[in-house]
């Protein structure tokens, strides 16, 4: 990008202005969309899925801990059954995404627990959350359906592919990138409801921008976001230099 075109103040203020009636349109529109997210009907849980944490087996609802609200990250996993031989390790663009989050006591104020869930083994997790740093909340879901049900891994063999709404001739239209046999992110959300667990939420693809911290700074500046989001690096892999 080349540099701005370079004004007066008077002029700059102008158009500032000019933007900042086009950010408020945005704000208003961002607030309505949020209120209709929370007006969404829900649907209960019924089957039973097993996680493994580094404690031991949790049930879903036992991912609340005491909290009414839980929020699933659906931390893609990149390991040989899914087309990456040689690798087990988590996926750099989930990894960006976490690096974003930042300190999670305001959610547990508020009566909500965020964890990762990825489909891998908890000692696999354990090892790269060690190496990320990271003291997010993160469990496995390997070996279960949980992922096939929320339609983050997607295997025709296992069952039939879904991934943003979108079934498979639609998605191999408009999101080709999204391969069978691989794990894709997302995003779901649940309440607890006396002894039910409802699923209220679920996100994908693009409907996960507003949880890119770095992108949220960098939106901010001239350059913008510079690399898409599968261009950014493992954190620990940048130079002394970066």
Known sequence: MNAPRVVSRDEWLAARRDLLARE????????????ARRQLPAVEV???????GPEGQLSLAGLFGQHRQLITYHFMWRHAESGFPDVDQGCPTCSF????????????ATSTRLVLVSRAPIASIERFRKRMGWQLPWYSSYGGDFNYDFHVSLDENV???????????ELQRTMPYIQSGRDAPG??????????????????????????GTYRWLDLTPLGRQRHVAEFPYHDTYGAAD
């Not at 069952?159 to 001739?169: D, F, M, R, S």
């Open 24 to 35: 408020k349109e945005a704000t208003r529109a961002t607030d309505a969309v949020a209120a």
């Open 46 to 52: 019924t089957k039973d899925y097993v996680f493994t």
């Open 97 to 108: 995404l976490v690096d974003g989050i930042g300190d999670i006591s305001h959610l547990r």
């Open 159 to 169: 069952a039939p592919v879904e991934y943003n709404y979108l079934g498979k001739a």
């Open 187 to 212: 995003v779901s959300v649940f309440l607890r409801d006396g002894d039910r667990v409802l699923h209220t939420y679920s996100a994908y693809a693009r409907g996960l921008d507003a949880m890119l």
